[in-house]
């Protein structure tokens, strides 16, 4: 009888997880699976949005649909009268927005993804400089289709590179976050590659400037505790390059008077990888001296960055809903126009071990 009842069992599991995965390729076959959308504007203040999906078993190959009206479920409806099957948007992966979108404002566009209940927290989003339909209709040397493609090219370098961690939700929390302005990664076709140009600053929802390629590395250090793979910097005797980095950053605010200041210091440990001429490691001061410089380097471009915040008037950094929490009055109208008078202090502490090789 036991026998029995534990082949049953057996054969009932098989049956149920076969019908499952019989279920599951079929919803798969039937359906178009947006994988990819570009937001951009229109002619008579309309939406333009263009849609990527995989053709099924054909590698990286993907079809493509575009459209304009007045509403984001509008183009998917019309679009979707030129498709052999219904639109999907589970498994959407990334979310992308002109430049010329952004600056007009991307409000509506961006509450129709988090209104959407189909969309997860896998998704990315990010800007686009150029055109949507030349960046999903390209072909690149991988063999991903694009929206993969863009979706793993922001997955690693946020992983271990100079991108803040991110997504939609993460995002939204930061979007509408009293005391913090909205900041995503800046993407660019060139060729036959897709390049992560910078970081996108908002003035509520509006593109206002960017953070500049060099200088992504600074803003992730400040913003977060993070690893990453390697960078370079010049010191007065030698290009070097280290690797191993682990970056730690704490902020201390005083209040004086119902106003602000900020103590921002970074802890950032590395190793040596290479150095672009022979220098003798063994000698402790010719570490130090390396140290000295990554060290001066850092604070100075971090306090460039704080100035270009302030000339800009965003606060990526979310001080003011640091000061927010330390300050029951807090006001935002009031941290707006006192912020760019509000002392920030940066101070680096770097400790480098003498390892890796010498070029």
């Not at 390209?138 to 929206?147: F, H, I, L």
Request: glycine share 6%; proline share 3%.
């Amino acid at each position: 009888m036991e026998k029995i009842k534990s082949k049953l069992i057996l054969i009932s599991c098989i049956t149920f997880f076969s019908l499952t995965g019989c279920l599951q390729k079929n919803i798969i076959d039937d359906v178009q699976l947006i994988q990819g959308s570009v937001f951009d504007v229109a002619k008579g203040n309309k939406v333009k949005v263009t849609f990527v999906c995989p053709i099924q078993k054909k590698g990286n190959k993907v079809q493509v649909f575009e459209g304009s009206a007045n509403a984001v479920k509008q183009v998917k409806a019309d679009t979707s009268l030129e498709s052999s099957q219904p639109f999907a948007s589970g498994q959407m992966r990334v979310a992308l927005y002109t430049i010329r979108l952004a600056k007009k404002g991307m409000s509506t566009s961006f509450d129709t993804l988090l209104r959407d209940v189909n969309i997860g927290n896998a998704l990315y989003v990010a800007l686009l400089e150029g055109n949507g339909t030349e960046l999903l209709k390209g072909k690149y040397t991988t063999s991903y289709n694009v929206a993969i493609y863009i979706k793993k090219l922001l997955e690693h370098n946020m992983e271990t590179g100079p991108l803040p961690t991110d997504n939609l939700h993460v995002g939204a929390f930061r979007y509408y976050q009293e005391g913090q302005d909205y900041y995503i990664p800046i993407l660019k076709k060139h060729g036959d590659k897709i390049n992560i140009t910078g970081i996108g600053l908002f003035k509520k929802d509006k593109y206002i400037g960017k953070i500049a390629q060099k200088d992504m590395f600074i803003f992730k250090g400040l913003l977060e505790k993070h690893k990453l793979d390697s960078h370079e910097f010049k010191t007065d005797s030698a290009y070097v390059m280290i690797n191993n980095i682990r970056s730690v950053p704490t902020y201390d605010i005083k209040i004086k008077n119902g106003k602000p200041s900020f103590f921002i210091h970074v802890h950032l440990d590395a190793r040596i990888q290479e150095l672009s001429k022979q220098i003798n490691l063994e000698n402790n001061k010719n570490t130090k001296n390396i140290e000295k410089n990554v060290q001066k380097q850092l604070d100075v471009q971090a306090a460039k960055l704080i100035k270009q915040f302030k000339s800009l008037g965003v606060d990526p950094l979310g001080l003011g809903a640091k000061y927010k929490h330390h300050y029951r009055p807090f006001k935002l109208e009031e941290w707006r126009q006192m912020y760019k008078d509000v002392p920030i202090h940066i101070k680096y502490t770097v400790n480098i071990t003498n390892s890796g090789v010498i070029e």
